[in-house]
């Protein structure tokens, strides 16, 4: 499992230190040891009580839940499962190790058996009953004959095409020291068929949708409430930006994590009064000092706050019915 460096002092788990304490921080890696004892980073059907006790969370419930959510280090799929968020990413190599162990270990690459178990004697036969005599001293004394070029075998005219078929020599072996030439051609076969494959893989990829087509469909189909449409195009061009960003940075979203997005700006548009100038205005910032993510709490807290205290002081409108511009309200004072 790894653990980045600066774990302690990343963003996401400063908003758990200050929500849920040390005792939070600790959980983060309970959950990771976990995944990785439990070989899964996505959780179906678990209660929000069962994912805190994994962590070994034992104060106030749904708290460091809430806090799982908001700093990123959980999100919630579209079926409601849990995915530790890109745990398997950084863990990749883990996670392949884990598929190779349930195959029966590292893949051979297609190169053929060097030691195979069956042997080229034949059926029954036991150690060096296969191999030819010794010639006796008297076929030894015999006279070569006169042209021994001439009794030799002419090469065949294409011998690529009998690749595939092994000679027979006199002792009943295939090839030269009983090499077997099928598996050099069984092996360029399947480097042909895995580059295929892989070409088959990589058109098929492109064609999937990605975070940024998934969040505008969610960004026309289901607008937030009081926000027009110009508002909605502004948003959908500035995660446009995002999201070119996060490609040019090698660290791509998955094609769900547009729709969460969307999710999030919809409840600040709703629920915390949010324009989409400062949506925007967060994204802007967040590229400008290369961060990780967009949506920060603290700062939306921070947001929230100074718009209330703005809206708390400010001037009165004056009374249209006033020709000298006394504040509405003031001649009942006699002003």
């Known amino acids: 499992m790894i653990v980045q460096a600066d774990f302690f002092d990343h963003w996401k788990t400063k908003i758990v230190n200050t929500r849920c304490g040390a005792e939070g921080v600790l959980c983060v890696l309970r959950l990771w040891a976990f995944c990785a004892n439990r070989r899964k980073y996505i959780f179906?059907?678990?209660?929000?009580?069962?994912?805190?006790?994994?962590?070994?969370?034992?104060?106030?419930?749904?708290?460091?839940h809430?806090?799982?959510?908001?700093?990123?280090?959980?999100?919630?799929?579209?079926?409601?499962?849990?995915?530790?968020?890109?745990?398997?990413?950084?863990n990749a190599k883990l996670?392949?190790?884990?598929?190779?162990?349930a195959r029966g270990g590292r893949p051979a690459n297609g190169l053929p058996n060097r030691n195979p178990t069956e042997t080229h004697r034949k059926n029954g036969a036991k150690s060096g009953e296969n191999r030819p005599e010794k010639p006796s001293d008297e076929a030894l004394e015999e006279e070569p004959t006169e042209n021994p070029i001439e009794t030799e075998e002419e090469p065949t005219e294409n011998p690529i095409e009998t690749l595939g078929e092994p000679t027979q020599n006199p002792n009943g072996q295939n090839g030269v020291l009983g090499y077997d030439w099928l598996s050099d051609k069984r092996r360029l076969d399947k480097i042909r068929v895995k580059k295929l494959n892989k070409e088959k893989s990589k058109d098929a990829s492109e064609t999937k949708l990605s975070a940024f087509d998934i969040f505008c469909d969610e960004a026309l189909n289901n607008p937030a409430a009081g926000?027009?449409?110009?508002?909605?195009?502004?948003?959908?061009?500035?995660?446009?930006?995002?999201?070119?960003?996060r490609r040019l940075v090698k660290k791509p979203y998955k094609a769900q994590t547009g729709k969460l997005h969307w999710v999030q700006m919809r409840r600040l548009v709703e629920d915390r009064a949010f324009e989409a100038g400062d949506i925007a205005k967060l994204i802007t910032q967040a590229i400008t000092n290369e961060w990780d993510g967009w949506y920060f709490p603290e700062k939306i807290d921070r947001i929230c706050a100074d718009k209330e205290?703005?809206?708390?002081?400010?001037?009165?409108?004056?009374?249209?019915?006033s020709g000298a511009g006394i504040p509405a309200g003031a001649q009942a004072f006699g002003l």
């Open 309 to 321: 205290r703005a809206k708390k002081y400010a001037p009165r409108p004056e009374d249209p019915m």
């Open 95 to 101: 996670v392949k190790n884990w598929a190779n162990g």
């Open 44 to 64: 179906e059907n678990m209660p929000a009580e069962r994912l805190e006790a994994i962590c070994g969370w034992t104060a106030e419930s749904l708290k460091l």
């Open 66 to 90: 809430q806090a799982l959510l908001d700093a990123g280090f959980l999100d919630v799929l579209e079926d409601g499962a849990y995915y530790v968020h890109e745990w398997d990413i950084y």
């Open 227 to 245: 926000l027009s449409p110009e508002n909605t195009a502004r948003l959908i061009d500035a995660y446009a930006e995002w999201t070119e960003y």
